[in-house]
Every structure is written in structure tokens, then in C-alpha cells.
């Protein structure tokens, strides 16, 4: 394991520089505590959502002595997506989670909530299950010897790999779909062995629809190496709700709003329980659907804008084994007959000694949650992925499995199709006092616990500046 310090250290030292420069001179410029208001009341703020955008809205709100900051989060847990379940003295994500090197702001998060020995990085391998047999695919040597492709193929696959990681100007993809960019640039034969399973499998009937900026930003953010938190992500986000609660940060967990809505004096009722609460400003840290039952008087035009942003859900199937299913971390199901898109396996990255000597095993997809796949029990559902899984690993008996969990969450993934910056949501709302973040402000780039914290940060300076 490669320690924080180190990792860090690995970085481009002048970009590391200059982004630290520049979050120092924002920070002077525009967090500095301002007076508190002339009648000495605090203004009362509702975050609605605890997952790491409205958490990251709170950091910073935190910093303010004129606010009353309070998070409203429907789950018994702070985290959103992050949530865990524990494991052995552990726990584990019910989805998969991990941090890149770039995770400037959660890196920092951590020093400053006193977790840096706990942050690492590492090499982590990967994968293709490719016309029945995996393949590694890690490195360049890995794709030159990828055999399924002709040898001028995989040159070929190589060098475009190459050019999405350091083509920096993504607005040069915003009004063309992946489909089609990669069959011209790729050709068909590689798109129709790499990409076009990974695309269907993702989105299905709409994989046609997906812009190719979401799949440059895929492959000009991903590193070559992954990161972890000892103890899971629920390590963080623990330290964080306990540092929120000590500078005045009032955080409600079970505790799902069912409406809010305004009065005419301009604040905002928010119903909890039965209850109702009165605040000066909103955030919305969730998804355009929730927003949208939780706030149907917002005026005809936005809420027709906010229905044009959909999303996948997701099914993870997170099984312990008592042993190992196969030598990657991470790999992708490139065959649009099998119910999976990728095999996880979490502890080929944290080592099995962590979790009580157990083999943990994500097997993941992403999935219309309107399609049966999604609604079918689950016993039905194991029996499914328990076939793909021989499928893919002929060895694989249900025997090695000691437990399973089933966890499914209907809007994980936007589907950014091509123009997507023609519909990406602003935070500001027409209503004033009211904010709003989802995933789907995070374009031009994927999803991900790093762009939902800085997204909160961002929320709550407008927020501050208005």
C-alpha cells in the first residue's frame, strides 16, 4: 500500500502547486467570516440530503457563525450512495466506492479531520471477459497482447486510449454520441468488441443516446491507481458528521422530508414527519425526481426542464466468499448477453485479512428501474448471477458463496446524452433562497464522491454570495 504522503507526492508537482494557490487565494477572497446579521438572528438553512454534496455544502457552511445550518437525510446513515454495512471489525459500501489521486478535496478532508494515515493508494488490476475467457487489462503491454484484436487493431485501440487521456478539450465531443465518434475513430471491429457491450450494458436501449463527452470523461479520469479508506468510506463520513455536529451543524438522520414549500413572506416550510420547520434558505441535495415530488408547485417551465434529466438505477449484488474469484479488482463484462457489467472484487484492492479473512465480491449493473430485471425477486436474482458468474469463472460454486446482500437504488447514473450542456441544470433555481444539486450538475464529468463534495462547496458559496 502506497501511504498518502507518498501518494500525493506522486502528483504533478506543478499542478498540485497551482491548484493549492489557487484554493488558498478563493478561500481568502470569498470565505472570510462575514458580520453577523444587524439583529444578531442566525439565518436557518436546510440541507435536504446527507450524501457527500449536501455534506460538502455543510463543510463550508460550517464556517460561517451568521447560519443555522441543519441536514435532513432519510436514511439512519450520513453518506448518500456511500452507505455501508458492516463487515468483520469493518464495513463495506453497498455500491462500489473509491478515490482517485486527484481527490484534492477529500484527500484534504481527511488531513483535516485527522484521517490521513488512513487514506491510501495502490495499483489495482483490471480486466475484460471478452468471448468467454477474462483478459488483463492494465497496462499498454496488456492491450497489445489483448488477442481478441487483431495486432493492428490493438494499436490502434492503444493509441485511442491515448488520445481521449490527454485530449483536455472535452467540448469539442458535446454534440456527438459515443456510437458514433468511436465506430469512426475506433472502427467497427474494436467498437463492437470493447465498446459497444459496455455501452449496452450501461444504458441499454439508450446507450445510442450517450454523448461522448460522459465516455471521454471516463477515460481521461481514470488512473492508474485507485484509492481506500481504512474502515470504508463510513470511516469519513462518521468523522465528518461528529466535526459538522461540533461547530454547530444540526444533522437529523431518519428523517425524510415529504414536502417543503414557501409562504408569502418569502421562507420556506419544510415537513418532516408530521412536523413543519421554518428556514430562510433550501438546498436540494438529491436527485430531479425527488425534487420534483418534494417541490411540484415549482413554476411549469423548470419542472419541465428538470424531466428531461434521466438516469439509470443500479443493481449490486455484493456476495462473501470464502475465497477468490478471480485475480482482478476490477473487471468488465464485454458480453451484452450476461446480466452483469463488472465483477468487483473489493478485496483484491483491501486485502481479505481487513474483513475476517472473507472474499468480497461486487457483481454490479446498471439497469432501467422500470425493467423486470430490476423488480425481480431476489431470490430469482441470485439464481441469475449465480450463472453468470460460472459463466464467467467456470470454477465458481454457490458453495464458496457464505453471504449475499441485494441492494438496489433507482437513479445512480445520468444518462448525459450528446448536447447534455444545453440541459444541464444551474444550482440556483428560479425561486429565490432555493438551491439545487444532483448528479446531474457534475458535467462535463461522471459521478463520483469528489465532484459531489466540491459540488456542495460550490452550492454553498452561492448560497454565502446571495
Known amino acids: 500500500m502506497i501511504p498518502l504522503e507518498a501518494a500525493v507526492a506522486s502528483e504533478d508537482f506543478k499542478k498540485r502547486i497551482f491548484k493549492k494557490f489557487l484554493a488558498l487565494s478563493i478561500r481568502r477572497c470569498s470565505f472570510k467570516r462575514p458580520r453577523p446579521a444587524s439583529n444578531g438572528m442566525k439565518k436557518r438553512i436546510a440541507i435536504i440530503g446527507g450524501g457527500f454534496a449536501g455534506l460538502g455544502a455543510a463543510w463550508e457552511l ?205 421562507k420556506f416550510i419544510v415537513s418532516v414527519a408530521g412536523s413543519n420547520e421554518v428556514f430562510d434558505a433550501v438546498l436540494v441535495a438529491a436527485t430531479p425526481m425527488v425534487f420534483l415530488r418534494l417541490a411540484p408547485w415549482l413554476p411549469e417551465t423548470y419542472c419541465n426542464a428538470l424531466s428531461q434529466l434521466k438516469y439509470c438505477g443500479t443493481i449490486s449484488v455484493v456476495l462473501t466468499l470464502d475465497r477468490s474469484y478471480s485475480p482482478y479488482y476490477w473487471l468488465n463484462i464485454q458480453d451484452a448477453s450476461l446480466p452483469v457489467l463488472a465483477v468487483v472484487e473489493h478485496t483484491n484492492f483491501v486485502g481479505p485479512e481487513h474483513y475476517g479473512g472473507n472474499h468480497l465480491l461486487y457483481v454490479a449493473k446498471y439497469i432501467d428501474p422500470e425493467s423486470s430485471l430490476y423488480r425481480m425477486p431476489d431470490a430469482d436474482l441470485l439464481k441469475l448471477y449465480f450463472a453468470a458468474l460460472k459463466k464467467i469463472n467456470p470454477a465458481f460454486d454457490e458453495a464458496w458463496v457464505k453471504d449475499q446482500k441485494i441492494f438496489r437504488a433507482p437513479a445512480t447514473q445520468p444518462i448525459a446524452k450528446a448536447g447534455y450542456q444545453r440541459i444541464r441544470p444551474e444550482i440556483k433555481t428560479p425561486i429565490p433562497n432555493l438551491y439545487f444539486v444532483s448528479m446531474s450538475h457534475i458535467y462535463p464529468w461522471d459521478r463520483g464522491t469528489e465532484r459531489s463534495f466540491c459540488l456542495g462547496k460550490e452550492a454553498a458559496i452561492l448560497m454565502m454570495r446571495d
Open 62 to 266: 460550517s464556517r460561517r457563525r451568521d447560519v443555522e445550518v441543519h441536514i435532513f437525510e432519510r436514511s439512519p446513515e450520513l453518506g448518500g450512495l456511500a452507505g455501508a454495512f458492516p463487515v468483520g471489525d469493518s464495513h463495506l459500501e453497498q455500491y462500489y466506492h473509491h478515490m482517485f489521486p486527484e481527490y484534492h478535496d477529500l484527500i484534504e478532508l481527511s488531513r483535516d479531520l485527522g484521517l490521513e494515515d488512513k487514506v491510501f493508494f495502490k495499483k489495482a488490476s483490471s480486466g475484460s471477459f471478452v468471448d468467454g475467457k477474462m483478459y488483463p487489462f492494465s497496462s499498454a503491454f496488456d492491450v497489445l497482447r489483448f488477442s481478441p484484436l487483431a495486432f493492428v487493431d490493438r494499436l490502434r485501440l492503444g493509441l485511442g486510449i491515448a488520445y481521449l487521456r490527454f485530449t483536455k478539450n472535452w467540448k469539442k465531443f458535446e454534440n456527438i454520441t459515443a456510437s458514433a465518434w468511436l465506430k469512426k475513430f475506433f472502427g467497427e471491429r474494436i467498437y463492437e468488441v470493447m465498446w459497444r457491450p459496455l455501452l449496452v450494458g450501461k444504458f441499454g436501449e439508450r446507450a445510442d443516446d450517450v454523448g461522448m463527452v460522459w465516455f471521454w470523461s471516463r477515460i481521461y479520469e481514470r488512473p492508474g491507481r485507485f484509492g481506500y479508506i481504512q474502515g470504508g468510506f463510513k470511516t469519513l463520513t462518521n468523522a465528518l458528521g461528529k466535526k459538522l455536529e461540533g461547530l454547530g451543524v444540526r444533522i437529523h438522520l431518519n428523517a425524510g422530508v415529504t414536502q417543503f414549500t414557501k409562504n408569502e413572506t418569502g
